[in-house]
């Protein structure tokens, strides 16, 4: 049956309505989210421009959910290019600006009203500032890829050091060598090292 054009129809919704949604309010005054120290961590390599200049390239990782051609794929740990925005130096305990030689790969500290990461992990087109799609000199669309921002109050950077648990050996009998991949006897690599110390020929005896 054809439906009269000035019939109204009711239909329930979920989303509009009038019963008490028990939403409890925290208080404003005690909690400031904002002000929590947030543990970023990254990695730190030399990079180079296009007209030679050397420079601290950093990346990011995050836990994101991540889409690929549009489909939901699930939530991945993905590496991204961080960015600072001037001022993000200003009350670090320890480094100064993102060219600072002391910044190392490690864990970056960051107050979270200062920190801004993508809500999902999403390639997309490159567009400027009209909205026009940016193409590359073979035809192909630009690509542009989910970045983490840091807006402000850095705290400081606690850089990576060799763990001691790496260079804990002593209990060890086998040793792989890094050239050959051959297992050797700890015990016989260290008689051999020793025999070969002691044959010292006499030119290099006058050379010491």
């Not at 129809?9 to 409890?24: A, I, Q």
């Not at 005054?29 to 002000?35: D, F, K, S, T, Y």
């Not at 740990?77 to 993102?98: C, E, L």
């Not at 840091?150 to 060598?177: H, M, N, P, R, Y």
Request: cysteine-free; proline content about 3%.
């Amino acid at each position: 049956m054809a439906q009269n054009k000035n019939e109204v129809v009711v239909v329930k919704s979920e989303v509009l309505g009038v019963g008490s949604g028990n939403v409890e309010l925290p208080d404003f005054n005690a909690v400031n989210l904002g002000e929590e120290p947030r543990r970023l961590k990254v990695t730190v390599r030399k990079g180079k421009n296009a007209s030679g200049k050397v420079f601290n390239s950093i990346t990011g990782y995050a836990k994101l959910p991540v889409y690929e051609d549009g489909e939901y794929v699930g939530t991945r740990v993905k590496r991204m290019s961080v960015h600072f925005r001037k001022g993000a130096f200003k009350n670090a305990s320890n480094i100064s600006s993102p060219e600072d030689e002391e910044f190392k790969s490690g864990y970056l500290f960051v107050k979270a009203k200062g920190l801004r990461i993508p809500s999902v992990y999403k390639v997309v087109e490159a567009k400027d500032k009209e909205g026009n799609v940016i193409y590359n000199e073979d035809g192909t669309a630009k690509l542009k890829y989910p970045e983490i921002w840091v807006e402000s109050d850095v705290i400081g950077l606690q850089a990576f050091v060799t763990s001691q648990t790496a260079l804990d050996v002593d209990s060890e009998d086998k040793v792989i060598d890094a050239e050959t991949g051959e297992v050797t006897n700890e015990a016989d690599e260290a008689e051999g090292f020793t025999d070969l110390e002691n044959e010292v020929s006499e030119d290099e005896e006058t050379n010491i």
